[in-house]
């Protein structure tokens, strides 16, 4: 059984930093992008940031140059550092592992984390 555990999120106040960690456990042979997603109340949820297994970043437009992905494939772990936070950051964060496979021979399917919440506040 696969599982994505989130940690990390909190209060900051704006222009605050958060680091959120992200490690994928169970039987895995390979995942093949992992990312972060937020969903803000009332507004349906969004790409933050992924990776690609041996790729290059992607970002939303509105992170860009603040939010800074990481993956360790190794420990099947993403990071998401979060800098110059701003009030319209608040939001639940969730990890997703895309393509994940249980075997060589296995499909990739999809993979949530329950989420963590950030609030950008003073």
């Known amino acids: 059984q696969v599982q994505l555990v989130e940690s990390g999120g909190g209060l900051v106040q704006p222009g605050g930093s958060l680091r959120l960690s992200c490690a994928a456990s169970g039987s895995i042979y390979s995942i093949n992008t992992m990312g972060w997603y937020r969903q803000a109340p009332g507004k349906q949820r969004e790409l933050v940031a992924t990776m690609a297994s041996g790729g290059s970043p992607n970002y939303a437009d509105s992170v860009k140059g603040r939010f800074t992905i990481s993956r360790d494939n190794a420990k099947n772990t993403v990071y998401l550092q979060m800098n110059s936070l701003k009030p319209e950051d608040t939001a639940v964060y969730y990890c997703?592992?895309?393509?994940?496979?249980?075997?060589?021979?296995?499909?990739?399917?999809?993979?949530w984390g329950q989420g963590t919440q950030v609030t950008v506040s003073s």
């Open positions: 997703n592992a895309g393509g994940l496979r249980l075997r060589i021979w296995s499909s990739g399917d999809d993979y």
